[in-house]
């Protein structure tokens, strides 16, 4: 949950051009928003009007955690700011340098696999903080000087040296052993490794970092998770403290922390993987003995999963199954190869799609009858990018007909009565409070809220058989039950006691309550009888058994299986009489504990248990003051000389931004080599407004060389350098209309553009410049608009979509110079031939007016050739964009190759202009109208890789280019992904 932010310099170059120099779009929250600060010794936490409570309280619960939780890495971080969020329904926290501050989701997850028995923002403390620890152990050595010269985009440099799979698998080894919950107690987070290694599949370390096109490779949550604690069992828990000391005090050169680890341990990185992958593999194989399975037919998918004849299937999901008939079932399915859609699946292995979703906020939640379905998807604000929303929408099987029930609503889970009238939801408000209500399944209208006073957090609530009575699991200090409420008299009734089990899931049927329960160490479905309470383990699966759902006639179970190709629907005779009984309470110590004896020997992690296990952890009240915006937007946390990615320029500058990210600032001095001269610049960008406000000014000099012959031939070439002042000044909307499978955005801006020229003494001057006109006042409008099909990530470019974007600059203000200008380009995407590939048709076509001055170009021009000025110009293109092969090819320790895509293109722009005719003196003869036609045609080839065992890969490859107008060819390098 960390965000590792990379900030490229924002280096302005001296080539002074009309255009809007701009800062990036930040998201931020709505400017009615009042914010406050509480100041602890340690922590800064900020929040909006509403979450005073939950303020104080997790200020209390940070001040308390900040030794234990830093205790094992010896580091003691320096003061920090932690934001509360609360306009978001997304589940999440990081961590950032840019500027350095925390950042807290206050809306709990419906996932169990995330949250546990866990408070969730107990959960994001302890994880958070983390990180904060990990960073400032990069105070040392190097770093530190680093961070002295160059601010926070210094101390970036040494924490590149660390892979991310440890600063995750770090966190996460800490959020487990500081509490009684946590993702190293959850056998739902090694699922995915656990299947792997179980299969026979131990992927490669190159592999295991960089991932896959075609194979499910656990991310570097779960990768650092058990590499972390493994070294930290064998070596001591001390170890990763040792290594990171080491790490930062020695040259950064390539894989310079793995030979920090083996300076302290003997073992290479590469050595560390395959001990733990051998570690685990006997520890699961030892599990697998003891098991007594529950047999279960899955549902047959004939070919529709991507090379499923083949050995190597494409990755695919298929899970959260709903009886439609007694043969057949909806469900849910994704994968690297399909995003979330419903499926309808039959016994004869005949598969339907019915519906692509949008973006759902959790794509594993459905509820389903007969003849209705539905699910939650996210809604955005148009502006405000913190602020988004949970909302509820409802497809008629039997039409197709979809519904967008409810509007700016906050609700993470519902879910239908079986009569189709009513649907019970969670809503989590923005005061981060949870709360059940029933809806009408026709109108979205609330008709009961049902009485949360204890603050219980809510998960999968499920409607039994008399569309009266509700059944919920429910968490509260660190333990869970399931609750059975009845919607008519608001009575409770605990079906389970108590406990630390994290139970999910529940599922109705008559006397019975079907659940999720990880007890026996393996998640399977189980089951408690509401008259005795008695419990019973219905599934025995190798893996994992997630979902229970009923047939109508209540004789078959479905349930998700896993294995290490995904998830399948798999079903069973329901027989009460064939199940489990078992002993309460839940005998948590079945769970495998890879952690061992860390609970008592990690530095902090007993303090931590207690600290966390005390609910109401509020022992200081904190004054509360205003944190206004203006009065807090100046930020500085960059600083000092940067490169720019030409090498041909260096500046110096600061760089800031406020906390609430309203407004960014940039100020310095850039130098050209290529011309030998240099620039200040003053960047400013206020974005608390529903227009973003941009303010630019440079002032530098320039240098200009050109012929100053009037007849052929050319030989007179000279030389000048003179001082120039450039004022930008507009605003900007960029709006979010995403509300389908589709993502939609939508531009609009209007800046002024003042540039003024002095010394400037050649006798002419490009027609792109002002030389001795002096200046140029100038009026740049632009809009833009995309709706894009949502790609999975085996696509190379979107299979379905339009974009546009029209600008329009012109010169209205008069003087010496004119000028006028507009552009408009537009892109088609089309299905390709197979599922993956993609065609795109573009085209543009840009008028200039004659005047004294020329714009540059506001459309493309067919690759491999030079830009020509015209008055018209027709441009068209096509491309085929196509995966060639998924690969997975290691290159030593250096590089490691994922995939290799192609794109065939064709090129074509059409021109003309009316020139003067002049004789060899000079004088002017006439005009005629010139034609400039210039057709391309190519191939990309581009490799996406992993280099130096970074995790985020790069794109590169090489473009061949046959100009069809003069038969030339040309090979150029080509750079699609720097990976940040």
Known sequence: MVRRLFLTAQCLLTTVAINAQTLPVLDQNPTSLHWYRLSTPHFRV?????????????????????????????????????????????????????????????????DPAQLGTYNWLDLLAVHEYRHVVQNDKALQGYGRVLYTA???????????????????????SNETLLSSSGRGRIPNFDLGMRANLLAGKPFNYPKAVGGSYRDNVPNHYVLGYFLTTYLKRT????????????????FPWPFAFSASIKDETQLRTEDLYRKTMDDLTEIWQKQQTGLSLTPATLYPTKGKIEKQSTAHPVFTNYRHPQFLTDSTILCVKSGLGDTPRLVVLSRNGYEKTLHVQGYPNDPDLLSATASKACWIEFGYDPRWGQRNYSNIRILDINTGKLTRLTHRARYTVATLSPDNTKLVVVDNTDRSKTILRVLDAQTGNVLKTIANPNNVFYQHPRWAEDNQTIVAVTLKDNQKTIEQIDTKSDTYRALLPLANENISHPQPWGNYVLYNSPRSGIDNVYAVDVRSKQVFQ????????????????????????????????????????????LPEPAQEQRLIRYFGPLTKLEPGAAQGRLILADSATTDTLYKASRFRRLANAINVYSWGPTVASTGQALSVGLSSQDLLSTTQIGVGYTYNQAERAGNAYALLSYQGLYPIIDLSFQHGTRRTSLY?????????LRSDSWQYNQLTAGFRLPLQLTNSKYSQTMSLSAYYNYLQVTGYDLPFRYPTEVGSAGSLSALIYGFSYSHLLRQNKRDVAPRWGQAISVNYRTTPFGGKLTAEQIGIQGNLFFPGLMKHHSLRLRGGYQQQVKGTYTFGPLIFFPRGKLYLTDDQIQAGSVEYRFPVADTHWSLGRWLYVQRIKANVFYDQSMGQSSVEVRDVYGRLRGYETQHHDFQTTGLDVSF??????????????FRTIYSVTDGQWIVQPLVLDIGF
């Open 235 to 250: 070596y001591g828990p001390d170890i990763w403290s040792r290594v990171l000391t080491r790490n930062y005090r020695r």
């Open 538 to 581: 219905v599934t025995s699966r190798p893996l994992a058994g997630y979902h229970a759902a009923v047939s109508p006639s209540g004789n078959r179970l479905a349930f998700d299986d896993f294995s290490a190709t995904g998830y399948r629907i798999a079903t069973m005779p329901l027989t009460p009489a064939t199940w489990k009984l």
């Open 708 to 716: 100053v012959d009037r007849i052929l031939p050319l030989d007179s």
């Open 46 to 110: 900020l929040y909006p009007n509403g979450l005073d409570s939950t303020a104080q309280r997790t200020a209390n619960r940070l001040e308390s955690l900040y030794e234990p939780a830093s205790a094992s890495l010896g580091k003691q971080p320096r003061r920090i700011s932690v934001l509360l969020q609360n306009q978001t329904t997304v589940s999440n926290g990081f961590v950032t340098l840019f500027p350095r501050r925390s950042e807290f989701f206050a809306v709990s997850p419906q």
């Open 150 to 172: 160059l601010g926070n985009a210094g101390l970036f440099f040494p924490l590149l040296t660390v892979p991310d799979w440890f600063a995750e698998g770090d966190a996460v």
């Open 944 to 957: 996406i890789f992993n280099a130096l065992r970074f995790r985020i890969p790069f794109e590169a490859g």
